[in-house]
C-alpha cells in the first residue's frame, strides 16, 4: 500500500484546531485556562501544530550514548578492582574521582581495551601529574577533564592563581601528543545550585567561550560538556539539543572545529533522602532525556547516593538502568528519534534563543569571569534558586514521597552514612562559590530532627 492512512483525512489547520479549543472551553479565557509559564518564561501550549513548527537543525553525533560508571580512588587497587568489574558488566566508560595524587599504574593496570574511555575528575591541579596520566593512558580514549573556572565556581578560588592555572592548561595542551580530551566545563555545577534550563545553556556557553577566548591561538580538539539531567523529561531534552546548536553557532563564528562531547549525569537537586526508591523512578526518565536529547556519555548515579556511601548493590542497579534502556528498551542510536517532534522542536528554539540572548548581554558585560567576580551569575542563580524553593515548599513543586504523600513511618536516622545536606566552610575567596544545593533539605532536616 503506497497511499498514507493520513491521505483520507482532510488537513486541520493550527487556527481550526484553536477555534475548535475555544468552542469547547465554553467561554472561559484560553490564554488563562491553558496556557502555562515556565520559570524559564517559556509559555507551554495546549498544541502544537506543523504551522508554526520550524525544524531545528541539530549536529549529529556520530555514535550511541556510552554508559559511565564513577569510581572514586581512595585505595589504588581496590579503584582498579571496581573499574574492570564494571567493565565486565556492562560499563564502557570509567570515570576516576580523586582528591590527591595517586599511583597511576595501580589504577591503569589490567585495564586493556582500547575501546574504553576512561576519565579523570581530578579535585587538584598538577602539570606533571597530569602528564603522566597522559602518557600511561596513551593508547585510550582519556579524558583529563580540567576546568580551572569550574573549580572557581565551585569553590570561590583558582587551583593556585588565574595566571599560573591557565599557564599549566597552556603547557598541557601544547604537550599533549596523544590527542586527549584536556578541557572541560562543568554545567552541572549551575544546575545543581538551582539555575533555570536556559541559564545552565547560557552559562556553559559563556564558560566555554573563556576558554576559546584565552586559547584562541590553539583551540582546543575538543571540550567536555559536564551537564546534570532533572525530571522536566521534554524540556531536558530540548536543554542538550539547544546546546549543541549554540555550540555550533559559536565554533562556525570563530571557525574552529572544536568538538563538545557531552557527559550527563541525573541531578541530586532533586532527589531525596526519605522515600528513597522514588530516585530511581526519577534517575530513569532523566538517563530517558539524556539520550534523547543526544549525549555522549551517561553516567547514572545510585537511588541512594544522597545518604550512603557506594556500594556493589546501589552501583549495580544504576548501571543495570541504563543497560536495559539501551539493550532492552531499544533506546540506540536515539538521539535522532526527537528529530520533528513539534513540541520539542519548538523547546529547542526557544531555550537557545533565550540562551544565546543571556550570553550575549553576559558578553556585552565584561565577559563571564567578570560576572562571577561581580556576583551577577551568582545572584541570578540565586534568585532562581529562591523561587524554584518558594514552589517547592508552598508543595507547587511536587517530590512524591518527601512534600507530596509522604510515609511519616520512615525512620532514616540510623541509616545515614554520609551527610546529606549543602556543606558551607566559612573560608576567604575570591568569589561567592556556587553552592550545590536539593530542594528537600529543609524539609528533611526537620524530619530527621523529629525522629530524635
Known sequence: MNDSLFDNFSSVSSKQWKQKIQFDLKGADYNNTLLTTTNDGITIKPFY??????????????????????????????????????????????????????????????????????????????????????????NKKLYINIDIIGNLVKSGNWFYNLNKDHEIIKNILLNNNHNSSILQVTASNYQEAGATT?????????????????????PPQQIQFNFSVGTNYFFEIAKLRAFRCLWKLLTDDYDIKTKAHIFTQPTLRNKTLYDYNTNMLRTTTECMSAILGGADTISNIAYDSVYHKKNEFGERISRNQLLILKEESYFINASEYANGSYYIESLTKEIADKALAIFKDIEKGGGFLKQLKEGTIQRKIKEAADKEQAQFDNGKLVLLGTNK????????????????????????????????????EKMEQERLNDET
Open 405 to 440: 504523600h509522604p510515609n511519616m513511618d520512615d525512620k532514616m536516622n540510623d541509616t545515614i552514612e554520609l551527610y546529606p545536606f549543602a556543606k558551607t566552610k566559612p573560608r576567604k575567596t575570591l568569589i561567592a562559590p556556587v553552592i550545590a544545593k536539593r530542594l528537600a
Open 49 to 138: 501544530h506543523q504551522d508554526n513548527s520550524e525544524n531545528i537543525s541539530i549536529p549529529s553525533i556520530d555514535k550511541d550514548f556510552r554508559i559511565g560508571q564513577s569510581i572514586f580512588i581512595s585505595d589504588e587497587q581496590k579503584a582498579n578492582f571496581l573499574a574492570i568489574d564494571s567493565l565486565k558488566r556492562g560499563a564502557e566508560t570509567i570515570l576516576f574521582i580523586a582528591n590527591e595524587p595517586f599511583d597511576i599504574k595501580k589504577i591503569a593496570n589490567k585495564i586493556r581495551s582500547e575501546e574504553i574511555e576512561i576519565h579523570f575528575q581530578l579535585n587538584f591541579l598538577s602539570e606533571t601529574f597530569i602528564q603522566d596520566l597522559i602518557d600511561e593512558f596513551y
Open 198 to 218: 536556559i541559564q545552565e545553556v547560557a552559562y556553559a556557553l559563556a564558560h566555554a567561550n573563556e576558554y576559546l577566548n584565552h586559547f584562541d591561538k590553539n
